[in-house]
Structure formats: C-alpha cells, structure tokens
C-alpha cells in the first residue's frame, strides 16, 4: 500500500484585520494510505475545514509539504494543469447539497465532472449510469435535484463525484445538514464505497458515531494533531477527548460510567448491538 | 406566496412543437418575426392570424392560457392603437370623424381617416401575434435550459472572435437554477423579519420599499456565499471553462426540424408575394 494523501509539517495561519496572524494549523504531518477509511475529527474551529481547503488546493500552506497520488502540489512548478490531473484524482463533497448541484435534471449534474474531463458520449453514459445505481438514485436520473430530500441531495452529489472515478473521496462535514436519516443514507453510501470499491474516504465531521465508521480517528484541536488511532483507540482515551470539549459515542460513555462504578465493561468503541449484549451478560450475572 | 412564480411559464408537454430541436426553434420563431414585420396587406395579416392560431393547435396550449399571456401587454396595445388611430391616416382623404374641442383659447381638432384605423389595427394584429408566436416557440414549449444550450450551439461561431460564448452560457445556466433557491431563502428571509415585527403589507410605498431593505441586504450576502460554494465545488469536478468539455446531451435534429424550417421559409416567401403583388386584388 502507497500513501495518497500526505502533508509534511503544514502550516497556515489567517489574517486578521489588525494583520495579526491567526494559526488555523500548525505542523501538521498526516498520511492516508490507499483505500483507507479515516475520519478527521474537531469541534468548529478546530482547523479541520481548513485542512480540507488545503487538500484541495483552494488555499496554499505557509509552510509544508502536500502530496497526493504522488506528486507534490505544494512544489513551485506546479502549474494549473497538474491541478487538473490531480482533481480528478481526489473528489470532494461539501456541507450544503444546494450549492454543489450544476444542473437541473439529476444526470446531467452526475455528468457534469465526467464532462469536463472531456469524455467521449458512450463512456459518460456508462459512468452516469453506473455512478447513479451505486448510490442508489438510478431511478431518480430524469428528477430535478431542487425536489428531492437533502440526503438524497448528497447522495446525487456524491454520485458526480463517483462518475469521476478518483481514488480518494474528501467529505468536508457533508451531514452536517442533514436529518437523522440523510445521515444514514450518505453514512452508508460512504461505507459502501470503501468497503466495495476501495476508494479512500476521509470523512470531516464532528459527529462521534460517523467517526466510529472509519478505520482510523485523528482528532485535530488547536490546529495540531492531538489524537491519531483506531476507534478503538481514540474512545478508550475518553478522559483526553472530555479535556478537549468532545464525547466520546454514547455505548462507549455509558460504559465508562459503569466502569467507574465498579462494574467490568470494556473501554473503547462498541457497536450498539455488542453493548446492548454486554448490558444482558452483566444484568445476568448479577 | 414567492412559490408561485415561474420564470418563462414552461409547460411541459409531448407535442410537436415541444419535440423540435430548440436551436430549430429559435430560428424559425427569428424567420416569423420577419414575416410578422414584411406584413403590409390584408391577406398577410389574414395569414399571420390563421397560422398563428394553427400554431396554437399544434403546441397544444389552451387558447385561453395564450390569451392570459397577452394580459400584460394589453395596455401597449391599447395606447399604440390609440396613438395610430387620431395621429396616423391619410390626410388628403376626407376624415370619419372629427370633433373640436376647446382647450381655453386654442381648439384641439381630433380627427380619424380610414388609413389611421387601419393602421391600428394592423400594429396591433402584428404586436398580438408576434408575442403569441414567441412565447409559443419559445417560453411555452422549451425549458429554460434547453433554451440556453440552443443560444449557446448556435452563438458558437462567435467563439472564434474570442467571445466567451461558454462562459455567458453557463452564467444563465446557473442564474436559472439558483432561481428556485433564491425564491425559498426570500421567502425564509422574509419570514424570519415578519417574526421580528416587520411589516411588508402596510403602509405606504416608500414605506413598504424600505421594509424590504432588511430582506435584500442577507439575500445578497448569501447569494455570494452560495456563489463562493459553487465555483468551489465546481472547480473540484475539474471545470475550467468550456476547454476540452463534452456533452451527455447532445442536440440533434431531427426530420420534423428541417420540415418546420422550410415550411416557415415557404411561408416568409409566401408574405413577400402576397406583399408586392397582392394578387387577390383585395384592399381595404
């Protein structure tokens, strides 16, 4: 396995009015290896957002190193056609469906990124067709997106991205606007895409339970990496997540509290079905 | 309430007007509207209303819902009328009518020849028709993005003098699909102000126009911050212009094009003659 997505020692501060530097990251080294699920978690304000501006190439670092499928974005003779290369590369979904749709009828949004990469007709059929049934809206290809539901908004967003076919899909906080069941729809269209088609996710969130999801947590505060593990991992220590203002998943607080009444629970991360289990085992027992 | 408004009143429909290629369209509407000004006699104007009214048929449009379109041009046609009738005619004919009408010392003579009636009537045939032709090729028939793709093929060779046809293509595009958007967020806007004590209902128009102040001012705001997000997403789907881009959808035409062209090619041929020639030697 290769590392797609690499940053060496990032920094990037904003301006304020008064020309103070404000530091939205700081010496941030991270690598996302090919196919790898990773969540990248922060309270708002955290930097995260800004990270995934900086993989994206819309602001440039103040210092550091950014690679990604192997070439170094950062490096000076980076013209605006290796962007292009690289766009296609890394796909990136936003927070607000409404304000990433293109068109008005649902495959032509879908076909708009295929579109520009100058595809003939056939192969842009084909990966309309194909991007639409993987995430379920085949069916939709002929609606106009302003009518549908905000998780099926996403999901027709993230179909244009599918249709590009890159290796690597960035979510910057894409339920944030979303129902609980919007949510679950895009939530597992992300699972499938890993898990089925291996292509890397790094999903930005704030949302302790989408974390979960992912084969890797980094929690970013202050802009520094301050936590980078498996779930596991990073839910186990809970008392340094409760330091930084966050939660840790609901199963896995509860059976902190019970650990610290004596009772013998596990620490890290449980699915709801394994904690409702471990709950009977020790209502039983006792 | 802002819900109900469409812009360009497309219906959609499964007729032969609504088939036709909307490049197709957009010339023979051009072709008409030369036709509807070559039209000097009675025969012309006879044949403007009849195919006007056969076009009507074929787009399978309720009549009555042409009509309504008219509504808001009713009074262009009325003070365009008025105007031909007491100040246009021939002046060496003896006048219909005339009346005198003192205005304090000066006397104000309203006169009517034939010619002025006539004429009246003609302008107004030709401005009733020309918006009932359009909206029916046009507005009705094709949906506004259809119609911006029909601009921008057929713009195409402007590129060549480095126009950026794409590009203003692309702006209607977008300007077309925020529409909807931008309509739910007054509407919120709107509703979040009248929560606050705002009155938009009463009051006087000055008054009424400043209630609306704190309506466009965070319309605008989000209106670029949606702007911001879109050009972001779609410089992330690797749009750079129209450089190197393909179609899903490409426009073709068809048979029935060719046919609905050289029909209005024949029927502009047809208005020339009857012009210079009037062979039914009718006149009025």
Known sequence: MSEFVKTEHLSFSYEDEGDRQNPALEDVSIAVQDGEYVAILGHNGSGKSTFAKLLNMILSPDSGKICIAGREVTAPDFTEDDMFDVRREVGMVFQNPDNQLVATIVEEDVAFGPENLGLPRKELRERVDRALSMVGMIEYAQHAPHRLSGGQKQRIAIAGIIAMMPKCIIFDEATAMLDPLGRREVMSTMDMLNRDHHIAILNITHYMDEAAHADRIIVVNDGRVYMDGTPGEVFSRIDELHAIGLEAPQTTELFDFLRREGCPLPAGYTEDEACIDALVRLYEEA | ??????????????????????????????????????????????????????????????????????????????????????????????????????????????????????????????????????????????????????????????????????????????????????????????????????????????????????????????????????????????????????????????????????????????????????????SL
């Not at chain 2, 029916?136 to 590129?159: H, R």
């Not at chain 2, 410089?235 to 068809?254: F, I, V």
Request: net charge positive.
């Open chain 2, 1 to 282: 309430m802002l819900k109900d408004i469409t812009l360009g009143q497309y219906f959609p429909g499964n007729s032969v007007i609504h088939k036709m290629d909307p490049r197709a369209k957009l010339i023979v509407a051009i072709l008409y509207i030369v036709a509807i000004f070559c039209a000097q006699n009675v025969v012309c104007f006879a044949a403007l209303l009849l195919s006007a009214f056969l076009l009507i048929l074929l787009s399978r449009i309720s009549v009555i819902t042409i009509l309504r379109g008219l509504k808001p041009i009713m009074f262009v046609l009325l003070f365009t009328a008025i105007i031909n009738v007491f100040l246009t005619g021939d002046t060496t004919e003896p006048p219909l009518w005339q009346a005198e009408i003192p205005i304090f010392s000066l006397v104000w003579r309203p006169t009517i020849y034939r010619a002025g009636v006539i004429r009246a009537i003609f302008t107004s045939i030709r401005v009733m028709v020309l918006i009932m032709v359009t909206s029916i090729f046009l507005t009705y028939t094709t949906s506004p993005i259809t119609l911006t793709d029909a601009i921008e093929e057929l713009l195409a060779p402007l590129k060549l003098l480095h126009i950026p046809v794409h590009d203003f293509a692309m702006m209607m595009t977008i300007a077309l699909l925020f529409i909807p958007t931008l309509i739910e967020e007054t509407d919120k806007i709107m509703n979040a102000q009248k929560a606050r004590g705002a009155d938009f209902a009463n009051g006087s128009l000055v008054k009424r126009a400043k209630a609306l102040v704190p309506v466009l001012i965070p319309l605008f705001v989000s209106a670029f911050k949606r702007a911001e997000d879109l050009a972001v997403a779609m410089e992330c789907r690797c749009y750079r212009g129209g450089k190197g881009r393909t179609k899903l959808h490409k426009l073709q035409y068809h048979a029935r094009d060719i046919v609905a062209f050289l029909l209005m090619c024949a029927f502009l041929a047809g208005i020339f003659v009857v012009n210079y020639y009037n062979p039914l030697e009718i």
